[in-house]
């Protein structure tokens, strides 16, 4: 199964600072690299996920950057809030495309 | 109007007992998947179905089955529990299998074997 790493497996920022969590993958066959959000018992849900003909997507407070180079993408979380705090799990595509490889996790926490 | 729906929520058993869980959607999704996350966290792709036929099987003792009676629904069968396969398990659907499909994730099914 290929690897994606992922890190800091937690982080705590501020009411308002930005959050920023990084991954790192193998060589994968697809190129589309999801976030998924997971709140305490819930299932993860997507947050944003780029395919990376650009090196950048936002979509609102949330921003993936992606250096295809360093095999390499990032979730930024601009104006952090509590309502944030969740655990985010990076994920590339398995080669038959039909399973998630999903990194370790990051537990963010927002404090107000 | 859930989406993707498990039964039951959560499960408690003892060892070597025989349990299932049914996860159905309601998306109109040709693939379904079982995803088993552990008490860190980590969450591992068990199988994958495409259209009723087993698309991937990913090292999974075979005391689990899956089966899938039509295209909506995606039932996970456990036999001689053991400890160890506590955990928290997740079906998930998507449209299509090929990349680029947004999985949509069930509510889980917490499993504690005694």
């Known amino acids: 199964q290929q690897q994606v790493k992922q890190s800091p497996q937690s982080l705590i920022v501020q009411k308002g600072g930005i959050s920023i969590i990084n991954c790192a993958y193998e060589?994968?066959?697809?190129?589309?690299f999801p976030w998924y959000q997971q709140f305490p018992g819930k299932g993860p849900a997507l947050l944003i996920a780029?395919?990376?003909?650009?090196s950048e997507k936002k979509e609102g407070r949330f921003t993936i950057s992606f250096n295809k180079s360093a095999k390499q993408f990032s979730l930024h979380i601009m104006d952090s809030q509590p309502g944030d705090s969740a655990t985010y799990f990076c994920?590339?595509?398995?080669?038959?495309?039909?399973?998630?490889?999903f990194g370790k996790g990051t537990s963010l926490l927002v404090t107000p | 109007d859930t989406a993707v729906s498990q039964t039951p929520k959560y499960l408690v058993t003892q060892m070597g007992n025989d349990k299932s869980i049914k996860c159905e959607q309601n998306?109109?999704?040709?693939?379904m998947y079982w995803y088993k996350q552990d008490s860190k966290k980590f969450l591992k792709i068990m199988f994958s179905?495409?259209?009723?036929?087993?698309?991937i099987n990913e090292t999974v003792p075979n005391r689990f089955s899956p089966k899938s009676p039509d295209k909506a629904h995606l039932n996970l069968h456990i036999n001689s529990l053991e400890l160890g396969d506590s955990a928290v398990y997740f079906c998930?659907?998507?449209?299509?299998?090929?990349?680029?499909?947004?999985?949509?994730f069930g509510p889980g099914t917490r499993l504690t074997v005694l």
């Open positions: 060589n994968t066959a697809f190129d589309y």
């Open positions: 780029i395919r990376p003909d650009v």
């Open positions: 994920a590339s595509l398995s080669n038959s495309g039909y399973a998630l490889n």
């Open positions: 998306l109109g999704h040709d693939t």
């Open positions: 998930a659907s998507s449209r299509m299998g090929g990349g680029h499909n947004e999985q949509f």
């Open positions: 179905y495409n259209n009723k036929e087993l698309i």
